[in-house]
């Protein structure tokens, strides 16, 4: 399991979940992979609306440079 164990994510609460995606998770990294018959236009539209809110976050390089 990538995530956890079954037994470790029944006891997650949202909050937890919620807070474990906003850490973790960087939009710039993302891989969205789409299968099948589909609507290129539609789909792109859609991810780039759902993916759309994530913000940016700043790397690690970004994070520990103090400009004098």
Do not use: A, C
């Amino acid at each position: 399991s990538i995530i956890g164990e079954k037994k470790s994510l029944k006891n997650l609460t949202s909050t937890q979940l919620q807070t474990y995606f906003h850490n973790l998770l960087n939009p710039e990294k993302i891989i969205v992979s789409v299968y099948g018959t589909f609507n290129e236009k539609d789909t792109l539209n859609i991810i780039k609306k759902q993916l759309g809110v994530m913000k940016k976050k700043p790397s690690n390089q970004e994070k520990n440079h103090h400009p004098i």
